[in-house]
């Protein structure tokens, strides 16, 4: 397993954007699918974006498409999640977590690590 950090949240106007960070530790990040999740008050955790092992096969939740993109880097073990036009609905803590040797999934059930989350605001 790897163990994941993610960064970057904060408070942000709608229209706005943020860049989030998953920092991962473990020799082998490369062959590790890692996905973005968030959860809102009240509502169950939801994908937002995954990337399959690689980084070559993006994947991204309907409600996302066209606004966030996921990247990675994987000489420093980190997973990006650009998030354009931002809007209060995306309001939620968002998480990483990784899946050795997947593709980026959007079921929860598949990765068997998850780092602790960051806070993201979006006001109106």
């Known amino acids: 397993q790897v163990q994941l950090v993610e960064s970057g949240g904060g408070l942000v106007q709608a229209g706005g954007s943020l860049r989030l960070s998953c920092a991962a530790s473990?020799?082998?990040?490369?062959?590790?699918?890692v996905g973005w999740f968030r959860q809102s008050p009240g509502k169950e955790r939801e994908f937002v974006a995954g990337?399959?092992?690689?980084?070559?096969?993006?994947v991204y939740a309907d409600s996302v498409k066209g606004r966030f993109t996921i990247s990675s880097d994987n000489a420093n073990k980190t997973v990006y999640l650009q998030m354009n036009s931002l809007e209060p609905k995306d309001t939620a803590v968002y998480y990483c977590?990784?899946?050795?040797w997947g593709l980026g999934s959007p079921r929860e059930y598949e990765y068997e690590s998850w780092g602790r989350g960051t806070q993201v605001t979006v006001s109106s």
């Open positions: 977590a990784a899946d050795a």
């Open positions: 473990g020799r082998t990040f490369s062959s590790y699918a």
């Open positions: 990337l399959s092992w690689g980084g070559s096969r993006p």
